[in-house]
């Protein structure tokens, strides 16, 4: 079974851009889940989709929003871009939000310059 | 690419010897707890859980353990081997609705 995909590997974007990420998660997996991860704060929640609804919300301002379409496909995006927004973004999907056992993708490096 | 934090706690350690990795977590209330592994460039790969109504588990050549009277977490690996070099997390999670919180991360060095 193909693990959980993310596209693109590296982007490299300017302040004030804004930029879509997207996640293709395990097939059968219908929970989303988007992580920020920095050298600073780590790996920081961003926010969970479950059958296309968002479930939960972690603490990031509102530049930061995604989606889940109905194949479960989820995508993320990020408007006016800032130098802090620089990280690996990571996406996890699960077989449903009560089962913990989540499969990370390898993770969108973005560079913000 | 590299994904880890510049200054984790550092954990070095012979081959072969035992591991013991630490988390501290912050909810009383989290109710489940996992460990996971990153290697250089890939995303956290899942190692094993706990639930907060056990203190102890065991998976293939490690063992978590509970300690919620301090809230306390640990990751013990036998024998280590090169191939366990990575950062290790713990995360923590409350009960339905609520997100994982994942600890800092400890880099193990396995030494030949």
């Known amino acids: 079974k193909a693990g959980v995909t993310q596209t693109p590997r590296y982007l490299i974007k300017t302040r004030g851009q804004q930029v879509t990420l997207s996640c293709s998660p395990i097939s059968g997996h219908r929970s989303v889940s988007w992580y920020q991860q920095t050298p600073g704060q780590g790996l920081q929640f961003l926010f969970e989709y479950f059958s296309e609804t968002q479930r939960n919300k972690g603490n990031f301002p509102g530049r930061f929003s995604g989606r889940q379409f109905s194949n479960s496909r989820s995508e993320m995006n990020v408007s006016t871009l800032e130098l802090g927004d620089s990280a690996l973004y990571l996406c996890a999907s699960s077989y449903r939000t009560e089962t913990y056992e989540q499969y990370f993708g390898p993770g969108t490096r973005l560079t913000v310059t | 690419g590299e994904s880890v934090g510049l200054h984790l706690p550092t954990l070095s350690v012979q081959e072969g010897d035992n591991s013991i990795i630490n988390c501290a977590y912050s909810?009383?209330?989290?109710?489940?707890f996992i460990w996971y592994k990153q290697e250089s460039g890939k995303g956290p790969q899942f190692i094993i859980d706990?639930?907060?109504?056990?203190d102890k588990r065991q998976g293939q050549r490690v063992t978590v353990l509970l300690n919620k009277t301090v809230k306390h977490l640990s990751l013990q690996i036998a024998a280590t081997q090169p191939g366990d070099s990575a950062v290790y997390f713990c995360?923590?999670?409350?009960?339905?609705?609520?997100?994982?919180?994942f600890g800092p991360g400890t880099r193990l060095s396995v030494l030949p």
């Open positions: 909810n009383s209330a989290s109710d489940y």
């Open positions: 995360a923590e999670r409350g009960n339905y609705g609520q997100n994982f919180v």
């Open positions: 706990i639930r907060s109504n056990m």
